[in-house]
């Protein structure tokens, strides 16, 4: 089955910088990346995602880049601010094999320090 | 967004009883989907129900697991007997095509 690689597992970085999370998968099926965003005892809430038509997308400060031959998806987040603040999830799924389940990296828990 | 329910939000029991969690999922959404997720650890897959039928299930769903969405009424996941490492979060997700998913706040079981 698919295997979703995540890091860095722990990122610091100071408010006003950007933030870089990296995955990787390994089944070329895998068609759908999208990124969740948890908070402590909370639900994962997706931010953005992007589908293997696309290898850029943006929303606001969130960037995601996709290389689908080195199987390598990126968020970015530029201008970190404290409310970045929680654990991000990585996932891939393959749409269209009358599953779509989500197979999801160990996530990376980003600080965003004042 | 989209609002997926689950109820109850936790839950404890002892070990060797029946839990049945709910899920009301977003309205005209057809996929429904299961996940675990331990503390600290990410979301892990456990089925997916569309048209009435499980689609595809993972090794962590075990013979003691069952799901069905009677009448489209909730989406249920039953645990019996339950076990010790059953212990975790359980989150519903749901689907309008089978690829973007909102996940529910989660139901917290305790099997003591």
């Known amino acids: 089955g698919e295997q979703v690689e995540q890091l860095p597992s722990i990122l610091r970085v100071q408010e006003g910088s950007s933030a870089s999370i990296n995955c990787s998968y390994e089944?070329?099926?895998?068609?759908?990346f999208p990124w969740y965003k948890q908070e402590p005892g909370e639900n994962p809430k997706l931010i953005i995602d992007?589908?293997?038509?696309?290898e850029r997308k943006q929303i606001q400060e969130l960037i995601v880049l996709l290389d689908k031959k080195a199987k390598r998806f990126s968020l970015h987040i530029t201008d970190t601010q404290p409310g970045d603040s929680a654990m991000y999830f990585c996932?891939?799924?393959?749409?269209?094999?009358?599953?779509?389940?989500?197979?999801f990296g160990h996530g990376t828990i980003l600080r965003v320090h004042p | 967004g989209p609002k997926v329910l689950q109820i109850p939000s936790h839950q404890i029991i002892d070990m060797g009883q029946m839990v049945t969690l709910n899920c009301d999922p977003v309205?005209?959404?057809?996929?429904f989907y299961w996940y675990k997720q331990i503390l600290g650890q990410q979301m892990e897959f456990l089925v997916n129900?569309?048209?009435?039928?499980?689609?595809?299930k993972s090794k962590l769903f075990k013979d003691q697991f069952s799901v069905e969405r009677p009448d489209g009424s909730y989406f249920t996941l039953k645990i019996q007997p339950t076990a010790l490492e059953d212990s975790a979060v359980y989150f519903c997700?749901?689907?309008?095509?089978?690829?973007?998913?909102?996940f529910g706040p989660g139901t917290r079981l305790l099997v003591l």
């Open positions: 129900f569309y048209n009435g039928k499980v689609m595809e």
């Open positions: 996932a891939a799924s393959a749409t269209g094999a009358n599953t779509g389940k989500l197979t």
């Open positions: 089944d070329s099926a895998s068609n759908y």
């Open positions: 997700a749901s689907s309008f095509q089978g690829d973007t998913q909102y």
């Open positions: 309205s005209n959404h057809l996929y």
């Open positions: 992007i589908r293997s038509n696309m």
